[in-house]
């Protein structure tokens, strides 16, 4: 090899090298943005949210149908209702479709297992489906309402729930806790339950804050709440939903700022170990000059149930659903998970069971 010859390729090598060394990242005063950049570019991104649509009389009766949760398949939505056939003033109820391209079914009661006499409201899933959390006024509890867990061993079979346990009063206080949302951190091992706390005596209707308690691993107790100050204002903060990757919250607000009487407004953060950002109101696409609350968001992230009793429904409050886009592949581990789900939307609900 000549020498001149030589001498460019290895200097062709050494510049191949530097910018194949993972330890070596871009020097300057801009490097720690640069990076930051790199990896905002790589995270997904999401296209705005679509006038919301109103799931029909079929779901919604003339009465209240509130605060909903989906299934991580798509296939089941869980609603809090005031119709008739129930147990108590508000029981929960569940909606089938068969794919994710079908309609909604009548919704079916989840029978005395789970309701009770009293108001039980707003169900929530851990992501393995084997646990739903929900708030319930029944008595015997330590406020005046508590969170309860009931589980089943089966995660498809909304029927198959177990008899609700109060998580405690070491979780609950005195007054209302309502609103529960469950998030699982992969990364870290910890679950946090999120739900909003009456700190205000009854008749106080301004009171509601969000509270956190922690438990590390599936069968450890969780702690004492905390107050989640980002996420709360001295107005009415109430339920909330997470996006499984635990970096965007959505939330039931009354706070100033927002387009009508309660709003739906998102938060997120840049990790889970960062603190949540100051919530800016979904606007008014989303949100109306009525109340808008209760929101349950997909596993998937596009999709956004919730619940309002703006003009134009079919009861007190009815339940009505926005989309959005994903603008952004997701990284190769979790498409592969993607792909696997869309697999499974082919099949029927029987056709799962029978598998089962």
């Known amino acids: 090899m000549k020498p001149r010859t030589r001498c460019f390729a290895l200097l062709l090598f050494g510049t191949l ?15 720690s943005r640069s990076v930051v950049a790199d990896v905002m570019a790589d995270g997904p991104e999401w296209g705005p949210w679509s006038m ?32 008739p056939g129930g147990f108590g003033g508000l029981d929960i109820w569940v909606s089938h479709r068969a794919t994710v391209d079908d309609p909604w079914g009548p919704p079916q009661n989840l029978g005395p297992t789970v309701n009770s006499s009293s108001n039980d409201v707003a169900p929530a899933f851990s992501p393995d489906g084997h646990r739903m959390y929900f ?10 309402a508590d969170i309860y867990v009931s589980r089943r061993r089966d995660a498809r079979d909304d029927f198959g729930w177990g008899p609700p346990e109060d998580l ?42 969000i509270y ?16 989640v100050a980002e996420l709360s204002s001295p107005f009415r ?15 039931s607000s009354g706070r100033p700022g927002g387009v009508g009487s309660e709003d739906l407004w998102v938060s997120t953060r840049p990790s ?5 950002s100051t919530p800016v109101n979904l606007g008014a696409v989303v949100n109306t000059t009525a109340f808008d609350g209760g929101p349950a968001l997909s596993f998937d992230g596009t999709t956004l149930y919730f619940h309002s009793n703006r003009p134009g429904g079919f009861g007190g ?19 592969a998970g993607v792909e696997k789900r869309r697999r499974g939307k082919t099949h029927t609900r029987e056709e799962t069971h029978r598998k089962e």
Request: proline share 10%; hydrophobic share 30%.
């Open 135 to 144: 708030h319930s006024f029944r008595p015997g509890g330590c406020g005046l």
């Open 237 to 251: 903060d109430t339920r909330t939903t997470i996006r499984r990757d635990g970096l965007e919250m959505i939330l």
């Open 317 to 335: 409050n009815d339940l009505y659903v926005t989309t959005r886009a994903r603008l952004r592949e997701p990284d190769v581990a979790e498409k």
């Open 212 to 227: 956190a308690s922690t438990r590390t691993g599936d069968e450890a107790a969780f702690g004492p709440p905390v107050l």
């Open 17 to 31: 090298f530097q910018a194949c060394r993972v330890d070596m990242g871009p020097a300057g005063p801009n490097a």
């Open 52 to 83: 919301p649509i109103n799931l029909g009389p079929l779901v919604n009766s003339p009465l209240d149908d509130n605060r909903p949760a989906i299934s991580k398949d798509g296939l089941s939505l869980y609603i809090t209702s005031g119709r």
């Open 272 to 276: 889970t170990l960062d603190p949540w």
């Open 168 to 209: 405690g009063c070491v979780v609950n206080t005195p007054y209302i806790n309502a609103g529960p949302t469950i998030f699982e951190d992969e990364t870290t091992g910890i679950t946090t339950l999120y739900f909003t706390v009456q700190n205000n005596p009854p008749g106080s209707d301004q009171g509601f804050d």
